[in-house]
């Protein structure tokens, strides 16, 4: 039969706001079933172990939506500094690629002393 794919949205993945050194995120993909069949993800997999997506197994039916939480945490890399685009990948039973996106995430430094807050205030006067 044809391959039986789910529609994520948002199209082209999740680009995370940049995120303070050891802070966590979770993020939500919508995934929609445009065909007539039911869909079953039986593994839901990351390219990286510090993005956890769950439920990892689902159907979904037709024309229906699932939402899958995904979460960036750092615990395991604290010292990571920099931009990561990590791939989310749902599999069915067979091994086929029923989804895939993306999560970029950054981690940067931000000192306190330039803080958005000071800033927002010149030139108001």
Do not use: M, Y
């Not at 199209?11 to 303070?20: D, F, Q, R, T």
């Not at 172990?49 to 024309?63: D, H, Q």
């Not at 091994?95 to 927002?120: C, I, K, L, M, Q």
């Amino acid at each position: 039969g044809r391959a039986r794919r789910l529609v994520v949205a948002p199209a082209g993945g999740v680009p995370l706001v940049s995120l303070l050194p050891g802070r966590s995120v979770t993020v939500e993909l919508t995934l929609h079933n445009p065909s007539t069949d039911l869909v079953a993800v039986d593994s839901v997999r990351s390219s990286c172990p510090c993005l956890k997506a769950w439920p990892t197994s689902f159907r979904v039916g037709p024309n229906e939506n699932s939402v899958l939480s995904v979460a960036f945490d750092p615990t395991d890399q604290p010292d990571f500094r920099g931009a990561l685009s990590v791939r989310i990948t749902g599999e069915a039973t067979d091994g086929s690629t029923v989804f895939e996106s993306f999560v970029a995430v950054t981690v940067e430094d931000r000192r306190p002393s330039v803080g958005t807050g000071d800033r927002s205030l010149t030139g108001k006067a």
